[in-house]
């Protein structure tokens, strides 16, 4: 017979709750009491629940852990449970207990005639002939045989329903836990952690790096009728050329004729191949010698050159980030995997959600053959209920179960992965979730069709009537017994996971 858990939440009173009894259809109705929280305690509080009750013809049922609770319903004979995966049709078969009616006080009143009392009368019981008495005590002992053959009896049979798997791929809506939900939203918690790391990579850019001195002869020559010294280090150049200058090698002394002349050696200032100047190039003399001597280079100055070198480019620097902000991103997640009571991370909520310092050790463009970055950032994520999650797919799962099937308790598995088509990033997650449901059975019928019957038969009729993977187990007490209980009512049917 079918039944319906009605969850009672901890603000709940006693309006509220015969309100939700108003909208149950099923005939057997399970009220599930919260695990905090103390309400509808008082004994008058289940009274006007069984009588909405039985106003809808349906029976009721109360789990709880308050035994005030407990007491008041066991009083009134209202069947309780454990927990509501711990159904029994036998729990559900206890006869109301009557109550045991209150004697009424009788009041009297001035002027009531007081009533007279007569003396008992004795009677004389009859006795029975002596002849008689072993037959009534024979008829007696079968009497009490017989009920005793009746009611003393009992079985349980557990069956292995034949299973199918109902499988849904769904998708939800991550939501903060301050908005509204939807019918397909799970609400969510943001995770935030700060880290950081430095990484060293090689750089696969190149640049031309000066690594030669270009080098030749000059020759001074005296501008005037005295002697004239240019001392090392004098620095003569192109004209018009501010960048590139030679330095003299040695000291030239010219003599006292105008028109003397001297030679020198010297090196450009700046390697790099742009010290490679062709003849009659060099033409300045800097600072005052310049006013006394002219400068010439009768051939081109040669040596100068430049090599490749490693540098960082562009795609480097995203490259190095990319594969640093990664691995701080896993570390992240490897930190949110184990996180308290049933909170799980979202998958593909994990990302960077602000770059607190980021330093880079080497410039674009210069020469390095590795560079290394250093970054500190903050990672947020979102993170679920997964009780939350459950009750949601299997919410989503009951409305889709097909007609004349129920599902195996305890058998929803559910896989959690990142959304395809997400409506942005981490926004969604895709559920795709598989359980066990097995056909519905009519089991106080199935007793009273087993009372009285032989276990071999007991089990012919069960594996032709019901949706059993295998023979049923049958357990009789007391064992010897030779047929099931002739009372369907010591006849109990379970499923492998009741009798568990």
């Known amino acids: 017979m079918k039944v319906q858990v009605v969850q009672l939440d901890p603000q709940d009173d006693q309006v509220s709750v015969r309100d939700k009894l108003a909208w149950t259809k099923a005939p057997r109705v399970l009220l599930v009491w919260p695990e905090r929280g103390r309400i509808l305690t008082r004994r008058l509080d289940l009274v006007l629940l069984l009588r909405q009750a039985q106003r809808q013809r349906a029976q009721l049922g109360v789990v709880s852990l308050d035994r005030e609770v407990v007491d008041h319903a066991s009083a009134l004979g209202i069947p309780t449970f454990d927990s509501p995966d711990q159904i029994t049709e036998s729990g559900w078969r206890r006869r109301d207990r009557r109550l045991r009616p209150l004697l009424k006080e009788v009041q009297s009143a001035q002027g009531d ?17 002596s002849r008689l008495r072993p037959i009534f ?110 330095v003299t090698r040695e000291v030239v002394v010219l003599a006292a004729v105008k028109g003397s002349q001297g030679i020198a050696a010297v090196q450009a200032a700046i390697p790099g191949d742009v010290g490679n100047l062709p003849a009659d190039s060099i033409l300045a003399v800097d600072g005052p010698v310049g006013l006394a001597v002219s400068v010439s280079n009768p ?112 058998s929803l598995r559910f896989d959690v992965r990142i959304a395809e088509a997400a409506a942005g990033p981490g926004s969604q997650i895709d559920v795709r979730a598989v359980q066990q449901t097995y056909s519905d059975l009519d089991r106080p019928a199935l007793a009273r069709r087993l009372a009285g019957v032989p276990v071999e038969e007991a089990s012919r009729i069960i594996l032709t009537n019901a949706d059993v993977s295998s023979s049923p187990s049958i357990h009789l007490r007391p064992g010897w017994f030779p047929s099931l209980p002739w009372l369907a009512v010591r006849i109990e049917v379970l499923w492998t996971w009741e009798a568990s």
């Open 113 to 129: 005639e007081t009533r007279q009392v007569r003396p008992p009368v004795r009677r004389t019981a009859r006795r029975v002939p």
């Open 137 to 246: 005590a024979g008829t007696a002992v079968l009497a009490l045989g017989g009920a005793a053959a009746a009611v003393l009896p009992s079985a349980v049979v557990v069956l292995s329903p034949a299973v199918e798997l109902q499988s849904a791929d769904l998708t939800f809506d991550l939501i903060p836990a301050d908005g509204s939900l939807s019918a397909a939203g799970i609400a969510t918690q943001q995770l935030t952690a700060r880290l950081s790391d430095d990484l060293r990579r090689a750089t696969t850019g190149q640049v031309s790096v000066p690594t030669q001195f270009a080098g030749g002869e000059v020759v001074f020559e005296n501008l005037t009728d005295e002697a004239q010294t240019v001392p090392i280090g004098q620095t003569v150049r192109e004209p018009g050329r501010g960048d590139l200058f030679f």
């Open 299 to 410: 051939a081109p100055t040669a040596g100068g050159g430049s090599e490749l070198r490693g540098a960082p480019t562009a795609a480097d620097r995203r490259a190095l980030r990319d594969a640093l902000e990664a691995e701080l991103v896993g570390q992240a997640e490897a930190q949110w995997a184990s996180l308290p009571g049933e909170s799980r991370l979202a998958p593909g909520t994990a990302g960077i959600s602000r770059v607190v310092r980021e330093e880079y050790s080497a410039e674009l463009a210069l020469p390095a053959d590795s560079h290394s970055l250093s970054i500190e950032i903050e990672v947020s994520a979102l993170a679920y209920d997964a009780t939350d999650l459950e009750a949601a797919v299997a919410a989503i799962l009951v409305d889709n179960i097909e007609a004349g099937r129920s599902a195996v308790p305890g």
